[in-house]
């Protein structure tokens, strides 16, 4: 792949030096001159001095060719998003992944069709919710553009789906099971697959929908 980076941090110069070591080509581009400086160090040709967020800089990076996915990993929501909209309204990029800092203005990367983001708060978030004893539901991804997200239930003693085979639940076209964790060992969610009380369970649903997934597997539901 070709793949561009807007922003020359923590997170571009590791995704940077990540591409590199898969064999892809990459073009990073920072506007801080002493972090350019660095990159270039490091990465030779591959890096590009300037703002992300002009044009001149983006076709020197090679923006026209075009690149197979632009990375905006700056750490300003406003760059990333010009930078997501340049690359895919301008110049054509199939692929625009955007980092978003503060989870507040994911909805304005939404409104602007921009997806998937990335946002390290909500990841982290999700990761502390996981490891809270007797967790009912965490959000784990959202898939925007698909209009799906992955959350993590866990079963609790008593509810519905306590004892019951997958194919017995009768589930809403909307949600799907995708893996059940037992005692630290994961097995694929099948319709065979009979469930537990603390048996934690991947599902994949539309948003909106997690009243139908709850009803089903905490206790006290339905």
Same mark, same amino acid.
């Given at each position: ?32 001159? #002493? =972090?350019? $400086?660095? &990159? +270039? ?10 703002? *992300? ?89 959202? #898939? =925007?553009? $698909?209009? &799906? +997200? ?10 519905? *789906? ?61």
């Amino acid at each position: 792949m070709f793949v561009i980076i807007g922003g020359g941090g923590k997170v571009g110069t590791n995704v940077t030096r990540t591409l590199l070591g898969l064999g892809h080509e990459v073009v990073v581009i920072e506007q801080n001159r #002493l =972090r350019y $400086e660095s &990159l +270039e160090e490091e990465f030779q040709h591959r890096a590009r001095y300037g703002d *992300a967020t002009e044009l001149h800089v983006l076709e020197d990076a090679g923006i026209g060719r075009p690149p197979d996915i632009v990375v905006a990993a700056t750490g300003d929501d406003e760059d990333n998003l010009v930078i997501s909209q340049l690359a895919q309204e301008r110049y054509g990029v199939a692929k625009a992944v955007a980092r978003v800092n503060d989870p507040r203005n994911e909805v304005h990367f939404d409104l602007l069709g921009i997806s998937p983001t990335v946002s390290a708060t909500s990841m982290v978030m999700a990761l502390i919710q996981h490891e809270v004893p007797q967790h009912e539901l965490v959000h784990l991804l959202e #898939l =925007r553009k $698909e209009n &799906l +997200e992955i959350v993590e239930v866990e079963i609790g003693s008593g509810a519905p *789906a306590d004892g019951k085979r997958i194919e017995e639940l009768r589930l809403p076209d909307t949600l799907r099971l995708i893996s059940i964790m037992r005692e630290g060992a994961a097995e694929i969610a099948v319709g065979s697959t009979e469930l537990h009380a603390g048996d934690q369970v991947l599902a994949i649903l539309e948003p909106g929908k997690e009243e139908d997934l709850c009803e089903l597997l905490l206790a006290g539901k339905g």
